[in-house]
């Protein structure tokens, strides 16, 4: 349990301080925001799924802005953790675990709440697109590293490549193309870009 003071940036806010489990409560604002869209979500929505009022809710973030945000960072943070795990193994294991991983070939249609932000926000919300590029780009230094430990910068342009399909894949899996077909391109795509 950790007592979060003021707003996301640990400024104190008005008050007396709120005491929760920030990650508790922002898992909950990512449910909502991953099932309605950032748009769709009104504050009364996050407020309920969070447990918050509405002064603990603007003290903590500052805005619907401000926790979502704190969604993506937490979330982006997560899942590159994730994937730098997958990265340690050998080669060949290492690339397709992350593709596998990125695609989620096997998952439901709700795709990647990131991506789906990125679509949704990015080209009138420059901190959600200045998020999505440095989680990108983390993305291509892990394929990167993959692909030639020792020499990561020769594998870039294939990294990106890879990235790029994984990713591509979300859309096809939330149109509703089978994971058997998705999981067939990607490993066709994998033989061709990683050799």
């Not at 993506?72 to 080669?91: I, T, V």
């Not at 590293?145 to 342009?157: F, G, H, M, Q």
């Not at 591509?168 to 899996?173: H, M, V, Y």
């Amino acid at each position: 349990m950790s007592s979060v003071k003021g707003g996301p940036k640990g400024h104190p806010g008005p008050g007396r301080p709120r005491c929760y489990d920030e990650a508790e409560v922002l898992d909950k604002a990512l449910q909502v925001f991953w099932r309605q869209g950032y748009e769709a979500t009104s504050v009364d929505d996050l407020t309920a799924a969070m447990g918050l009022s509405r002064s603990s809710f603007y003290s903590a973030f500052g805005s619907k802005q401000g926790v979502l945000i704190a969604v993506l960072q937490s979330y982006s943070h997560a899942a590159l953790q994730a994937l730098e795990q997958l990265a340690k193994g050998p080669r060949d294991q290492a690339v397709k675990a992350m593709l596998d991983a990125l695609s989620g070939s096997s998952g439901g249609p709700r795709g990647c709440m990131l991506v789906n932000c990125i679509t949704e926000l990015a080209p009138h919300h420059e901190e959600v697109a200045e998020l999505g590029r440095r989680h990108l780009e983390r993305i291509e230094e892990l394929f990167a590293k993959a692909l030639s430990p020792d020499n990561p910068e020769v594998a870039r342009d294939k990294a990106r490549a890879l990235a790029a399909l994984a990713i591509g894949t979300l859309t096809l899996r939330k149109s509703g193309m089978p994971p058997e077909s998705i999981a067939t391109a990607l490993e066709a795509a994998r033989t061709i870009l990683a050799t």
